[in-house]
C-alpha cells in the first residue's frame, strides 16, 4: 500500500494555499496526501526586520527540523525564503511553474509624493535600498506580518504606501477580503526581485525516493533553471551574511539572461550587471555574474555590510536572510 504523504507547510493563509496547490498536484497523479501545518519562528516574531532575527532560514527551519524527525514527508517554501544550502539530508525535489515575480507598491490613491517627500514601508532590506536608491529623499518604515497583516498596518498609518510581492497578492486574494486586491497598485517595473522570488520549492528527505518520485512530475523545468542561476549568484554574493541583492533570470529561445545588483544597505551604492548564455551553458551564469559585481566594488560593499551586522547568536547561527 503506497504511504501518504505528509505536506508540512507554515500555517499562514499564503502558505497554505501553496501547500494546497502541490498536494491538488499530487493528488491528480493518484498520491495520497495529508497536509500538516507547522507553526514557524518566522510567523511569531513579528517586531524586527527578517534580516535582524539572527537565525538562518527563520521561514524554513521549523519544517527542516520536522521532516528530519519524520513528522512530515515534504516541506512547501517560497523559494526565496529558502537558504541557498539546504539542510544535510534533504533535498529539493520540485520547483513549480513561477508566477508573477513583480514587486508592487500599494498606495492610497496620491502618487504625487514620489516627487517629493514621503513614507513607504516593508520588511525587505532589498526593496528598502532599491527604494532609497531611487528616491533617496523618503523615509522607509519597517513591515512585517502576512499580508492580511501588512494591510491593515498600511491603512492604520500615515504612510504613503507600501511594497508587496505580485505573486502574494495573486495567490491570497481570491479567498481573502477585497482590501487585498486593491485598486491602488502599481507595478514596480525598475525594482529588480529577489532571487527565486514568485517561485515555490518543495524538499524531501534524501532517503525518501517514493516522494521524491511523486514531486518530480511536478517541475517546471524553465523556472528550475532560472532560480538556480539566482541563487547561485546570492550564494556567490553573500559569503554568509545578509545584503541587499536582487537577480532575475530569463529564458527567450535558447538563450538564458540574468540581471543582478547589490546595493548598499541605504541605497546609495548600487551595482548591476545584466549577461547572457546559451542555454544549455547556464550552469555558471550566476557565478559569472556575481564575481564581475564583487570585482567592480562588492567586496568593498559586502565587507561594510559584514562589519556592521550582528555577528552569529548563541545557538551558532548567522543572520537571517530577507
Not at 499562514?12 to 495529508?34: F, I, P, Y
Request: charged residues 25%.
Amino acid at each position: 500500500m503506497e504511504k501518504i504523504i505528509k505536506i508540512g507547510t507554515r500555517d499562514s493563509e499564503l502558505a497554505l494555499w501553496q501547500a494546497n496547490k502541490v498536494r491538488d498536484g499530487l493528488e491528480k497523479l493518484g498520491c495520497r496526501t495529508e497536509i500538516v501545518p507547522v507553526k514557524s519562528d518566522g510567523d511569531i516574531i513579528l517586531d524586527k526586520p527578517l534580516y535582524e532575527l539572527g537565525i538562518t532560514g527563520i521561514f524554513t527551519k521549523t519544517l527542516d527540523v520536522a521532516m528530519i524527525q519524520g513528522k512530515i514527508d515534504v516541506a512547501v517554501h517560497s523559494m526565496k525564503d529558502v537558504p541557498t544550502a539546504l539542510p544535510k539530508g534533504i533535498v529539493q525535489a520540485a520547483v513549480l511553474q513561477r508566477a508573477d515575480t513583480a514587486d508592487i507598491l500599494v498606495h492610497k490613491g496620491d502618487l504625487s509624493f514620489l516627487e517629493h517627500s514621503g513614507t513607504i514601508a516593508t520588511g525587505s532590506l532589498r526593496r528598502k535600498a532599491q527604494w532609497l536608491h531611487r528616491y533617496p529623499g523618503h523615509t522607509v518604515e519597517n513591515l512585517r506580518g502576512n499580508i492580511n497583516t501588512r494591510m491593515r498596518k498600511l491603512q492604520d498609518n500615515d504612510w504613503q504606501g507600501a511594497i508587496f510581492a505580485a505573486a502574494g497578492l495573486e495567490r491570497i486574494s481570491p479567498f481573502a477580503g477585497t482590501d487585498l486586491n486593491p485598486e491602488h497598485r502599481t507595478p514596480l517595473e525598475w525594482m529588480v526581485p529577489a532571487p527565486a522570488q514568485g517561485a515555490m520549492v518543495a524538499v524531501a528527505l534524501e532517503k525518501d525516493t517514493y516522494s521524491q518520485s511523486c514531486l518530480s512530475k511536478l517541475n517546471h523545468r524553465e523556472t528550475e533553471i532560472c532560480t538556480y542561476i539566482e541563487r547561485q549568484f546570492l550564494r556567490v554574493l553573500e559569503g554568509g551574511c545578509t545584503a541587499p541583492i536582487g537577480a532575475l533570470a530569463t529564458i527567450a529561445g535558447d538563450t538564458v539572461s540574468l540581471t543582478g545588483i547589490l546595493l548598499s544597505p541605504d541605497g546609495r551604492q548600487k551595482l548591476s550587471v545584466k549577461k547572457e548564455k546559451s542555454l544549455n551553458n547556464y550552469h555558471d551564469l550566476g557565478s559569472i555574474c556575481a564575481l564581475e559585481i564583487l570585482d567592480r566594488g562588492g567586496k568593498e560593499i559586502m565587507k561594510h555590510i559584514k562589519s556592521h551586522q550582528p555577528g552569529p547568536g548563541p545557538n551558532g547561527k548567522a543572520p537571517a536572510k530577507t
